[in-house]
């Protein structure tokens, strides 16, 4: 990302303490988040998480119960929706069927009083830019659904708000469609610029598309980081299990060493002694029949086949370790990888390089 | 998928090739059962047609044939040269769409805001209130315009609560007149207004509001832009029907209108009280129907204009 | 022609008009007409009335005894009308027996043949009022159209400064206040404008009978037009507005008045230059249980039911004899229409005039009434 150009485009989002209570339960608790300005950042959580309650609450369409929120150096807590001059693209797309495209997407310049020739070139620009160009004058109810997204897209941003909300914006495309509008979309906000606010369940999108993620569940801000940070070092059972998949195994401690069976994992963490902790293993980085290799830098599982499953690219491998365990290995069917002819049944050696291992504690926040 | 049904695929796939590439077979027979399902389809509306033959196409186009009737019993054009030859005709029409007019406007002003309400409400309000508007539909007409004129008469409530608050000095004439009868039909007319409308505006995406406040519209500009013409084919429809059905009313004008609010029905009422004279009063019903063909008509064009703006929506 | 005799009733009933109490006797004459009636019960007679206090007054006077005497069952219907009866006849599909009509519908209908011809070798009209009948029609009672108005505003009637005329009804500076009038329908509403204009009652229908003479009436009713608060469209409705004091003067019927007298409301009325006019009972043509419905008339025109319709409402009795049969008090027997001194007063309602210029002469009143 490049960050100069877009100083004078974007605006960073400061949250602090934000909360929202329905009833009993905490959409949002005390949320601190800072958004940096040109970032395009993900809210990620299963659904009820409260990512957009926060979202919502971004865009004064929720009134929170307490806390801050800032665009910039400006606090945006009591202004209403219509004087935050933020653009968002609804999950319904919320395009106004009784306009055409056009004037959808010069809805928001006829409200700040654009001139005639200026709002038209300006529609043609956005739609030239969400490559409608010449749909003009379609009714939406002639557009296909990806069409419409664009349409939304383009009437969020024609009126060049320095931050963007998307709210589960693809979710109503097919896979296809859908993973070619996520480079799209990505394309755009370098072209724009803006600071980006994306909400999404998905957790593949989220890792595609962002520059950090933030794991929301149960109102809480569990972790935010980059993709890579997030998958490779979660910080907590919770992410560790909700992105990617995984195989969790409880750790044993003995003083201050963790160990599966009798292995040595590693040491523990600098965390609060009464913590448990468990062994996150990705089914990818686990390594079939690996053969002689280094005991210092891998470790090693013996376990039975229970099924073998192909699945295309990748074969899924389900193992029950020797303690009872059941984890998963996924291995390339590509040539380059031995392919896994493993039959249910039959014995195998699984291994991982401890460069790989994540290690999160389980105490109090196991779910 | 298991491995018997993959083998099976391949056993068709194998015998597959003894077919001709394009079958004629059963080509005939496929069509006509089409047909059939078509004529059976069809046959699900005769009911329905022999009703409205029966109950609409007879009777009017006995009306028709009555209103070219004079009372010498043959053919003859007196029932419609009166209408011109007395002024009272052309006044009474001229009151009926007054009075129907008023009375939709009435019931636009007081249902749409009512409608907006309703569709506000979180779902188990939603019932107690909508319960409230319907009420008046399982309460008798004339008992709904006898409440009236009791609430509004010389005497009645209305008047007695306000001089003796002080409100006014002597009783004010709510009733017996055309405010008596505006208040008494759309008092009774609202549900045929709230209920379209209401439909239409829970039809209304949230999000439809939120996108425009978004876009920086402030909740006036919103509904103006969006929530009024959204709402608009269910209060077209809503008025159409309220306005209709005003054109034939005949209790509560004749009861609240102290006999100076003279519609249509009212004086095809009084010749057929006085004069026993079928062929004056099919006249007077054929040119009502005429007129409120004509205003659907219009009102159709007016709406197809919309249908064309809002697309196919 | 005038249709009522005035002189007939005043010859043949002054002599028998206060009696004393002949309760006993009725009773043993309603006995033995129970004999008689009950071997022919058959379907229930349909007898179709008007609601409000006329229609109860009929059921306590005549049906439900007649009923019980004869045994012919009836069934009550309210809201009769001569155009209604005409549209059964003429669509085939009659299910009305006995309908009440005002005179001048009675008469339309029959001339339009609406209606069955009187069998008088059943029904016996020997002792009634020789124009309380017709060929098609049988009297059932004498009534007056009269104006009423509210006693507290103007005074107990005959009291000095209450109003007395026609020409005080129309005369808003004298008696300023409210007024109700007919609504479409012309009966009895344009001669009263006349008498108030200055035309004397035996010239009205002379002078109605031209376009200019109805043009005339029409134009005093449009001068009162502005205090005239409703126009009432039914008997109960006349009730209604003197009762709730919506209006402080109104023409209607007198014994639509006295009930809401009774029913507490301050009102009277005078008979001065009130129209005199009668209702009668009409066999619609092809009703269905038409030999019944000739009986049930025969049975409740018998002068000791008529004898008790006083009681329940100030309508005169249309056969003499009633009047001999009656054990009414003599005030209230006084103070009925047919009353030989109250019918001096009135002017009988002109049966020729509306056969002639009904028609005309609504067009005109709806015209000045939509206005």
């Known amino acids: 990302m490049n960050e100069s150009s877009i100083v004078d485009s974007a605006l960073p989002i400061s949250i602090r303490g934000l909360t929202k209570q329905y009833g009993q339960l905490y959409a949002l608790d005390t949320v601190d988040l800072d958004i940096k300005s040109g970032e395009f950042l993900t809210l990620l959580g299963p659904s009820g998480s409260g990512k957009t309650t926060l979202l919502m609450a971004i865009a004064g369409f929720n009134r929170p119960d307490a806390g801050s929120i800032r665009f910039g150096d400006k606090e945006m807590i009591l202004t209403p929706p219509h004087k935050r001059e933020v653009g968002m693209v609804f999950q319904s797309y919320a395009l106004f069927p009784h306009m055409s495209v056009a004037e959808n997407i010069a809805y928001p310049l006829k409200l700040r009083r654009v001139n005639k020739s200026e709002r038209r070139e300006r529609v043609n620009k956005a739609l030239d830019t969400v490559q409608l160009s010449g749909l003009g004058e379609r009714h939406i109810d002639q557009l296909s659904g990806g069409q419409r997204q664009r349409v939304a897209l383009a009437r969020a941003f024609v009126f060049e708000p320095r931050i963007l909300l998307m709210d589960e914006p693809l979710s109503a495309l097919d896979k296809k469609l859908r993973e070619r509008m996520q480079i799209e979309l990505k394309d755009l906000h370098r072209q724009l610029g803006v600071t980006t606010v994306y909400v999404t369940h998905d957790q593949r999108e989220a890792l595609t598309m962002s520059d950090r993620i933030a794991v929301i569940d149960n109102g809480q801000l569990m972790q935010v980081d980059a993709p890579q940070v997030i998958y490779n070092q979660p910080s907590n059972a919770f992410v560790a299990d909700f992105i990617g998949e995984s195989t969790m195994i409880p750790l044993k401690r003995t003083g201050n060493e963790l160990f599966v069976g009798d292995e040595r994992v590693s040491s523990v963490p600098d965390t609060p002694a009464e913590t448990d902790w468990s062994l996150v293993i990705r089914p990818e980085r686990l390594m079939v029949e690996p053969g002689t290799a280094d005991r210092d830098s891998t470790l090693f599982f013996n376990g039975t086949v229970k099924e073998s499953v192909f699945q295309g690219e990748t074969a899924l491998l389900l193992v029950v370790l020797d303690d009872g365990t059941e984890v998963s290995v996924r291995s390339s069917t590509g040539t380059a990888t031995p392919g896994i002819t493993a039959n249910p049944g039959s014995q195998v050696q699984l291994a991982i390089f401890r460069r790989d291992i994540i290690v999160v504690p389980t105490g109090n926040s196991q779910r | ?313 | 022609m005038m249709y009522f005799g005035e002189r007939s009733i005043t010859r043949k009933t002054t002599s028998t008009l206060v009696t004393s109490s002949l309760k006993p006797i009725v009773k043993a004459a309603l006995a033995s007409a129970m004999v008689v009636g009950s071997a022919t019960a058959a379907d229930p007679v349909t007898v179709v009335s008007w609601g409000g206090s006329y229609g109860a007054a009929q059921d306590a006077a005549l049906f439900n005894d007649a009923s019980a005497n004869t045994g012919i069952e009836i069934n009550r219907e309210s809201g009769a009308s001569m155009s209604k009866t005409c549209l059964q006849v003429e669509s085939g599909s009659v299910s009305w027996d006995l309908v009440v009509t005002g005179s001048g519908g009675g008469a339309a209908a029959a001339a339009k043949g609406c209606l069955e011809k009187i069998d008088f070798d059943v029904v016996d009209v020997s002792d009634f009022y020789p124009n309380l009948y017709t060929d098609y029609c049988v009297g059932s009672d004498v009534f007056a159209t009269v104006m009423a108005w509210n006693t507290d505003k103007y005074g107990e009637p005959g009291s000095d400064g209450a109003p007395k005329t026609w020409a005080d009804f129309f005369d808003v500076e004298k008696f300023p206040g409210t007024r109700a009038y007919r609504a479409n329908n012309v009966d009895g509403a344009l001669e009263p404008a006349l008498m108030a204009d200055g035309v004397p009652p035996e010239e009205v229908y002379d002078v109605l009978s031209t376009k200019e003479g109805m043009q005339r009436a029409i134009n005093k009713i449009r001068e009162l037009k502005p205090n005239i608060a409703v126009f009432w469209e039914s008997g109960a409705q006349q009730a209604q507005l003197m009762k709730d004091a919506e209006v402080d003067m109104s023409t209607g019927w007198n014994g639509r008045f006295d009930n809401a007298k009774k029913d507490g409301a301050t009102v009277g009325y005078s008979f001065d230059q009130a129209l005199l006019d009668y209702d009668c009972f009409a066999i619609p043509k092809g009703a269905p249980n038409k030999d019944t419905a000739m009986k049930f008339l025969a049975e409740v025109s018998k002068p000791e039911y008529q004898a008790n319709l006083p009681f329940h409402i100030t309508y005169g009795p249309t056969n003499q004899k009633a009047y001999e049969l009656t054990t009414a008090p003599k005030e209230l027997i006084e103070s009925l229409p047919s009353h030989p001194n109250n019918v001096p007063l009135m002017l009988p309602v002109s049966l020729d005039w509306y056969a002639q210029n009904r028609e005309t002469a609504l067009e005109l009143y709806i015209e000045m009434l939509s206005e």
């Open chain 2, 1 to 313: 998928m298991s491995k018997t049904s993959a083998e099976t695929v391949v056993e068709n796939n194998q015998t597959g090739n003894q077919f001709p590439a394009v079958s004629d077979d059963n080509r005939v027979a496929l069509a006509e059962q089409e047909k059939r399902e078509q004529w059976k389809l069809l046959s699900l509306t005769f009911p329905a047609l022999v009703v409205i033959a029966l109950v609409i196409l007879i009777p009017v186009g006995w009306l028709f044939y009555l209103s070219f009737i004079g009372k010498a019993g043959g053919f003859s054009l007196e029932n419609y040269q009166k209408m011109i030859e007395y002024k009272s005709y052309a006044r009474t029409f001229t009151t009926t769409f007054q009075v129907s007019f008023l009375t939709t406007l009435i019931c636009i002003l007081l249902g749409y805001p009512l409608a907006y309400f309703l569709a506000q409400l979180p779902g188990r309000w939603v019932g107690f209130f909508m319960l409230a508007v319907l009420l008046p539909f399982w309460t008798s007409l004339l008992v709904r315009t006898y409440a009236w004129l009791v609430l509004l008469q010389r005497k009645g409530i209305i008047n007695d609560f306000a001089i003796n608050m002080g409100l006014w000095e002597s009783p004010i004439k709510l009733v017996h007149n055309m405010t008596g009868t505006l208040i008494g039909m759309a008092h009774i007319m609202l549900p045929f207004l709230v209920l379209p409308l209401y439909n239409a505006m829970k039809k209304i995406d949230r999000d439809m509001m939120h996108a425009a406040s978004n876009l920086g519209a402030s909740p006036a500009r919103a509904f103006w832009t969006v929530y009024m013409p959204l709402s608009l084919p269910g209060m077209v429809a809503g008025s159409l029907i309220v306005f209709v059905l005003c054109l034939g009313f005949y209790v509560t004008p004749a009861v609240l209108g102290g006999g100076r609010v003279i519609m249509v029905s009212t004086q095809i009422t009084a010749i057929l009280e006085n004069q026993f004279n079928w062929g004056a009063a099919s006249a007077l019903g054929v040119v009502l129907l005429i007129a409120t063909l004509l205003v659907l008509f219009i009102a159709g064009r007016v709406l197809k204009l919309d249908a064309a703006l809002f697309g196919k929506s």
